[in-house]
């Protein structure tokens, strides 16, 4: 999965947050920043606390939204 949101990630910069939301869903979760900035926090792999597996060290797609809730970042951590 990481594969293909890494090529595919372009597409999803400048979308709003209700298209990003139509689009992969209600966010696993969310932080407020400062200037009005938002950041959704979306799972690839299982967290430590899923019994599926023990990974300590899940990834992330994390979506940067702007003050005017348009996505300007997007990256897997």
Not at 33 to 39: I, L
Not at 42 to 65: G, M
């Amino acid at each position: 999965m990481k594969k293909s949101i890494d090529a595919q990630k372009t597409k999803l910069l400048g979308l709003s947050e209700v298209q990003v939301v139509d689009l992969l869903g209600n966010p696993d979760h969310n932080e407020l920043y400062k200037r009005n900035q938002k950041f959704y926090y979306y799972s690839i792999l299982p967290s430590a606390e899923c019994n599926l597996t023990k990974t300590n060290d899940p990834e992330e797609l994390v979506i940067r939204f702007n003050a005017i809730g348009l996505s300007s970042d997007v990256s897997v951590e």
